[in-house]
């Protein structure tokens, strides 16, 4: 089962960027179509972005459509969670995700569908 780790993760003003990254060891990582999700205080994991195996498909959640973007580096194991235009709703810990696909087109964004996770990494979006 591959393994992932995040960073990236800090405390940044409104209208701020970060950009996560998360590293995956101990299985091919090309095979593996990945997921960002994010879990508030009080409030229930919700999906973010997800990208297929290639990278040439992506989904992105309503609520950060147009602000954040996923992608991923196959020769170095890595995906990316680019995040502009930040606000405090965005404060959670973000946790990256992977599972195998069916096919190149199949990218999830329900979290029950992953079988791999990372520990997390905190953002914080100061108002």
């Known amino acids: 089962q591959v393994q992932l780790v995040e960073s990236g993760g800090g405390l940044v003003q409104t209208g701020g960027s970060l950009r996560l990254s998360c590293a995956a060891s101990?299985?091919?990582?090309?095979?593996?179509?990945m997921g960002w999700f994010r879990q508030a205080p009080g409030k229930e994991r919700g999906f973010v972005s997800s990208i297929s195996r290639s990278g040439r498909v992506t989904y992105v959640g309503d609520s950060v459509k147009g602000r954040f973007t996923i992608s991923r580096d196959n020769t170095k194991n890595t995906v990316y969670l680019q995040m502009n235009s930040l606000k405090p709703e965005d404060t959670a810990v973000y946790s990256c995700?992977?599972?195998?696909?069916?096919?190149?087109?199949?990218?999830?964004?329900?979290?029950?569908?992953?079988?791999?996770w990372g520990q997390g990494t905190q953002v914080t979006v100061s108002s």
């Open positions: 101990g299985g091919t990582f090309s095979s593996y179509a």
């Open positions: 995700a992977a599972r195998v696909p069916r096919a190149e087109w199949d990218t999830s964004s329900r979290a029950t569908d992953y079988d791999s």
